[in-house]
C-alpha cells in the first residue's frame, strides 16, 4: 500500500470515528441534532456516550445550545458522569446556570473536582453562595483552598482567570531532578510551557522554557538557565490588562502574583483568548446599548436591559425636536426644510458613529493615550472637514436640482460642513472625556454622540436657513 494510499485511510477511518458535527454554515447539522433528540427522547444511552461523549468541549457546547431547554438538562442527567462539565464554560450564561441550577450538588462537584482550576472557578463564580460552599465542602481540602482563594479575587481579574495548578521549583534543584519530578509527580497540571522557580516563602525568583529543560544537561542547576520573570501578572489586574500585556509581549503563558509578589497561579493563552473576544463583544454590544445581553436571555431581561438606554434616547431625541421646533415658522414657509434637515442629521450622526466606534476600540486596546491623543483629535477633525466640503459640493447640487434654489443649496452645503465636523470632534472627545472620569465609553458615548450630531444639524441647517432667507 502507498503512503498516500494509507494517509487516506487513516483520515476515513478518523473521519468515521470523530465525524463532524457541522454543516457548511458552521452550524450544527439538523440530521445530528435530531438523532441526538431522538436518542434523548428514548434513552438511548449507549448511542450518546458514542456520539455525545466523545466531543469535543466546545462542540458539545455547541449541541447544548442548539438543543431545546428540556432536551439540554435531559442530555446532561443521561450521561451522568460522562458528561464534560468544561463544556459548560462553552455556554451562554443564562444556558449555563439553567443546566446547573437543576444539577443536584454532589453532581456539580464531581464534575468540577475533574476540572482545571480556572474551569472550575468560572462555573462556580455563578452560583448562589449557599450551593458554592456545599460544592466546595464536597472538594479535597488542597483543591477547595485553590478554589476559595481565585474566588476571593474581583470579577473579571487576573485572578478569576488563572490557574491554580503550576509547576514550581526551587533555584538549587538540577535539571535533572526537575526532569524527574515531572515525571514522577502525579498531581501536576496536562499543558504547561513554562516551569517556575520560587524562594521558600514561594516568592517569584523567574522562570524556565520547557525546551531550554530538554536542551540542558541533567546536573546543571535551575538557577543557572532560568530567565528573570519580567511580565508577572498582578492577581487584581483586570482581565483587559492582562490580555494587553500578553499581546505586547508576545506570551503563550504568565506567572500570576499576589500583592507579596508570590506566585499564586498562570494565567495561559488559551484563557486570554477568550478574555479579548469576550472583552471585544461587549464592546460592540454596548456600542449598541444593550449591555451584557446573550442570545439565550427571556424577553423580560431583554426589555430590562434596552429600556434604560431607549430611554436615554428618547429625551435626546425630545432634545432635538425641541430644536426643530424653535425654527417652525421657518419649516412652514419652506417645507424644502423639512424634507432636507433629516438628511444633514443623518449624515452628522453615520460620521459620528464612524468616529466613535475607532476611538473606543482605540481606548479599549490602550492603542490611544494622553501621548497620541491631540494627533488623533486633530487627524479625525481633518477628516471631518474634508469630508464636509466633499458631501456640500454633493448635497448642495442636489439640493439646488431638486428644489430649483441656489441659495438653498448654499445652506445645506454650510450646514453640511458645520455638522460633519462636530460629529468628527463629538465622536472622539466624548469617548476621551467619558473615559477620563472613568465612565465606560463604550455605552455611554452612542447616545451622546447622537444627541450632539442631531442637535447640531437641526440647529446648522435650520438657523442658517432662517438667518439666510432673512437677510435675503
Known sequence: ????????????????????????????????????????????????????????????????????????????????????????????????????????????AAGIGELD????????????????????????????????????YPEQSAGRRMQTEFIAVPPFWTVGQTIDYMREEEELPEAFTQIFVIDPTFKLLGSVDLDRILRTKRQTKVESIMRETSHPIPAVMDQEEAAEVFEQY???????????????????????VDVIHEEADEDIKRLGGVGDEELSDNVTSIVRSRFVWLAINLITAILASSIINVFDGAIEKMVALAVLMPIVASMGGNAGTQTMTVTVRALATGDLDIYNAFRVIRREASVGVLNGILFAIIMGAIATFWFHDFQLGIVIAAAMIINLVAAALGGILLPLVLHRFGADPAIASSAFVTTVTDCTGYFSFLG?????????
Open 117 to 152: 482550576s480556572d474551569d472550575a472557578v468560572y462555573i462556580l463564580e455563578d452560583l448562589d453562595q449557599e450551593d458554592r460552599d456545599e460544592i466546595l465542602s464536597q472538594l479535597p481540602f488542597t483543591e477547595r483552598v485553590r478554589l476559595r482563594r481565585a474566588l476571593e
Open 464 to 472: 442658517l436657513a432662517t438667518w439666510w432667507f432673512a437677510i435675503h
Open 1 to 108: 500500500m502507498t503512503t498516500t494510499d494509507e494517509g487516506e485511510r487513516v483520515r476515513k477511518a478518523s473521519a468515521e470515528t470523530h465525524p463532524d458535527i457541522y454543516d457548511e454554515d458552521g452550524v450544527v447539522r439538523s440530521d445530528f441534532l435530531t438523532e441526538v433528540s431522538n436518542a434523548i427522547e428514548r434513552d438511548d444511552i449507549p448511542f450518546l456516550q458514542q456520539n455525545v461523549v466523545r466531543l469535543h468541549e466546545s462542540e458539545l457546547g455547541d449541541l447544548l445550545e442548539s438543543l431545546p431547554p428540556d432536551e439540554r438538562l435531559a442530555l446532561v442527567q443521561l450521561l451522568g458522569d460522562d458528561f464534560d462539565m468544561t463544556a459548560l464554560t462553552q455556554v451562554d450564561e443564562a444556558i449555563r446556570m439553567e443546566i446547573v441550577d437543576q444539577l443536584p450538588n454532589d453532581q456539580i
Open 250 to 272: 508576545d506570551l503563550l503563558s504568565a506567572a500570576v502574583v499576589d500583592e507579596n509578589e508570590r506566585l499564586v497561579g498562570v494565567l495561559t493563552i488559551d484563557d486570554v
